[in-house]
């Protein structure tokens, strides 16, 4: 039974640059969400996809944009990369729309020049 | 001021010993508690699940306490293993889901 697979595990980019992470959620789940972690901080809350829409969002500004495919595996799009951007980007899917109980990928960690 | 608030720690203990990590979270109306463990560059993993009569799974107690909305987290005889950063966990209304920042616990032979 696959769990939560992320691609891909590590990425450089320069500021101003576009990037797009991908997430396959665990089998059976329909509900993915994504956060950002950096370093020293717990993850933060960038947004939730279930049935192919944004369902609730953080507080993250436009440039983080995401989708959910029909087979419910997802992408976080980020555009106009800041410095500030550098950490990992976490998945963690779910089943039902809920997050009681969510399974974390094992993240991709971008770095941003 | 922080929606969830833990202490960053690190908690430097022996093996065999007691620790306990508290969280407190700001919004009353939150409705769902965990903690979280996340080893050196790893994925969070759920530990457990925090409900109000208070709950334990082996060496591990939750207890919550929503009159003065504070979590806490009780490892008792310590191993080694238990190294990492434990991360409290709390999810509001509707799906957002908010971490804390985490505790970080060292257990040292």
């Known amino acids: 039974d696959a769990g939560v697979t992320q691609s891909p595990t590590h990425l450089i980019k320069t500021r101003g640059q576009q990037v797009t992470l991908r997430c396959s959620p665990k089998?059976?789940?329909?509900?993915v969400s994504w956060y950002q972690q950096a370093l020293g901080q717990g993850p933060q809350f960038i947004f939730q996809?279930?049935?192919?829409?944004?369902?609730q969002r953080g507080n993250f500004p436009d440039r983080f944009s995401g989708h959910q495919f029909p087979n419910y595996s997802s992408e976080l799009n980020v555009n106009a990369l800041l410095l500030g951007d550098s950490a990992l980007y976490l998945c963690?899917?779910?089943?039902?729309?809920?997050?009681?109980?969510?399974?974390f990928g094992p993240g991709t960690r971008l770095t941003v020049l | 001021r922080k929606e969830v608030e833990q202490d960053p720690g690190p908690f430097n203990v022996p093996e065999g010993a007691t620790v306990a990590f508290n969280c407190t979270y700001s919004?009353?109306?939150?409705?769902?508690f965990f903690w979280y463990r996340q080893d050196c560059r790893k994925e969070p993993k759920l530990l457990m699940s925090?409900?109000?009569s208070g709950n334990e799974d082996g060496r591990f107690t939750a207890q919550l306490n929503r009159a003065s909305q504070y979590i806490s987290l009780l490892i008792r005889d310590s191993k080694l293993s238990d190294s990492a950063t434990y991360l409290c966990?709390?999810?509001?209304?509707?799906?957002?889901?908010?971490f804390g920042a985490g505790t970080r616990l060292f257990v040292k032979a």
């Open positions: 963690a899917s779910s089943s039902g729309g809920r997050t009681d109980t969510q399974y």
């Open positions: 089998s059976g789940h329909d509900t």
């Open positions: 996809y279930y049935e192919e829409e944004e369902r």
């Open positions: 919004n009353s109306a939150s409705q769902s």
């Open positions: 925090v409900y109000s």
């Open positions: 966990v709390v999810r509001t209304g509707g799906f957002k889901t908010i």
